[in-house]
């Protein structure tokens, strides 16, 4: 797996980058907001601020190289707006899914994908999106909701195998592609291979069949 | 004024103030997912991470306390609940008023309710509290709606004098009742009086007749 070879630009990977991380507090602030209990509020906030940490950490990145970070994020805002609705999910327990699955997903694929920026950048965006401390939170809430009505867990284990297609192909539209496509696919493919490797763990860690 | 003498119990006091930063994040968080442009998004997530952070250090406080925060906070969860959605407003900018508005009379009035506390947690709970630069985002957006469009600006000075009402019932809630009503009106009077004269500065500065 090589994926330095794609070698993505700086100013796009940071600007989708900080603006997933966005879209991951936003899915987040809203499980708060609709959490059933005090509990269960609180068990997602330190979630949320580690997702809104990221982000700005990311947008301080973009404040060094250009005057105006947002007009740099806006630019992925529609896709990714578009994809943040599509994994909402139907309730709760779909939304906290889909906040746990996809963010390891797009966590793990913008880690991989910082190996190949160019300059002391990479190290660094790498180290700040591995941080993932504030979603264990969500693997607890899930589990005792599982375990008290097993139906669920079905209905998330289908739920979970969805979510993969959308979110590698937001991870793809991040790849700098080459002229040869041919030469790109057989770079990326092992790296979806390690990307749903991981999210099996994930589901499996859920007490789901991935 | 003399607050100090309304001596606040310690729990209530951090469970109350507590849920409220919890409430305040929330609406600040619903506001970002709101925005029209990923600039005005990015505006409000500092005041976002400002407010979660209060919420969490509170609760942090909370929990050298206490085995369970979350119990302590659930009390006051019915009343802030219901007092969000009063002052939620029916739009974007009523939303932003709100925050910055309401935000600003809790935050001095558990800054002021501080200094009745016992132990060495009022100073830290005044310390914590006061710190509102994030808020500062929240001005500039709604100077420049209103400088666009002044019948915003009459809309949201009627919705500021409304909000005053409403944020004060939940002050008054925090307050530790003596079995003398008499006395604690005349404690209670100056320091609305002072609140209000704060509300109304920040209503100038919003270029609003409070």
Do not use: C
Not at 101 to 109: M, R, V
Not at 124 to 153: F, K, Y
Not at 176 to 194: C, G, K, L, M, Q
């Amino acid at each position: 797996m090589n994926l330095a070879e794609l070698t993505p630009e700086v100013l796009p990977y940071l600007g989708q980058a900080a603006y997933i991380q966005l879209a991951i507090f936003e899915a987040i602030a809203r499980a708060v907001m609709l959490s059933p209990t005090v509990r269960a509020k609180e068990a997602l906030g330190p979630a949320a601020g580690e997702a809104l940490g990221k982000h700005e950490k990311l947008v301080g990145e973009l404040r060094r190289r250009v005057d105006d970070p947002s007009s740099v994020m806006a630019a992925f805002a529609p896709a990714i707006d578009n994809y943040a609705a599509v994994i909402r999910g139907s309730d709760w327990y779909e939304s906290l899914a889909s906040i746990y699955l996809t963010a390891g997903i797009l966590d793990d694929f913008f880690v991989l994908l910082a190996t190949g920026l160019e300059g002391d950048i990479g190290p660094r965006a790498a180290q700040l999106i591995s941080v993932e401390t504030g979603r264990a939170a969500i693997v607890v809430l899930l589990n005792d909701a599982i375990a008290e009505d097993p139906s669920l867990g079905s209905r998330l284990a289908l739920w979970g195998r969805r979510l993969v297609g959308d979110t590698l192909l937001v991870a793809r539209s991040a790849i700098h592609h080459t002229e040869n496509a041919r030469t790109d696919e057989e770079r990326i493919e092992p790296v979806f291979t390690e990307l749903i490797a991981k999210h099996s763990r994930r589901m499996d860690g859920l007490g789901l069949t991935a």
